[in-house]
C-alpha cells in the first residue's frame, strides 16, 4: 500500500495557497462592486445631454413601478363593498 504522507509543511503550503486565492477572489468582488455602484463620468454636449435623460427616464420608470405596486397592495387588502 502506497499512501500520500501529507506532512505539516505541505498543510502549510495549501493554506498559503489558498489564502492566497481567497484574496484574489476578494480583490475581483471589490473590483466588480466598485464598478457598479461607481458614479458615471460626466460627459459634454449631445452625451451628456443624452446621460440626463436616459437618468430622467430611469427615475420617472422607478416611480411609477413603485406607485403600481402600491395600488395593487392596497387593492389586495382594501374591503370592498357588496351592492
Same mark, same amino acid.
Given at each position: 500500500?502506497?499512501?500520500? &504522507?501529507i506532512? =505539516?509543511? +505541505?498543510?502549510? %503550503? =495549501? !493554506?498559503k +495557497?489558498? =489564502?492566497?486565492?481567497? !484574496?484574489?477572489q /476578494?480583490?475581483?468582488i471589490? +473590483?466588480? $462592486?466598485?464598478?457598479?455602484?461607481?458614479? %458615471?463620468?460626466?460627459?459634454?454636449?449631445?452625451n #451628456? @445631454?443624452?446621460?440626463?435623460?436616459s437618468? /430622467? $427616464?430611469?427615475?420617472? +420608470? #422607478?416611480? @411609477?413601478? /413603485? =406607485?403600481?405596486? &402600491?395600488? !395593487?397592495?392596497? /387593492?389586495?387588502f382594501? $374591503? !370592498?363593498?357588496?351592492?
Amino acid at each position: 500500500m502506497n499512501k500520500d &504522507i501529507i506532512t =505539516l509543511k +505541505d498543510i502549510h %503550503q =495549501l !493554506r498559503k +495557497d489558498k =489564502l492566497t486565492e481567497v !484574496r484574489e477572489q /476578494g480583490n475581483k468582488i471589490k +473590483d466588480a $462592486v466598485h464598478n457598479i455602484f461607481m458614479p %458615471q463620468e460626466k460627459e459634454t454636449g449631445i452625451n #451628456g @445631454l443624452m446621460q440626463y435623460v436616459s437618468t /430622467g $427616464v430611469a427615475i420617472y +420608470d #422607478g416611480i @411609477l413601478t /413603485g =406607485l403600481k405596486i &402600491i395600488r !395593487r397592495i392596497r /387593492g389586495a387588502f382594501s $374591503v !370592498r363593498r357588496k351592492k
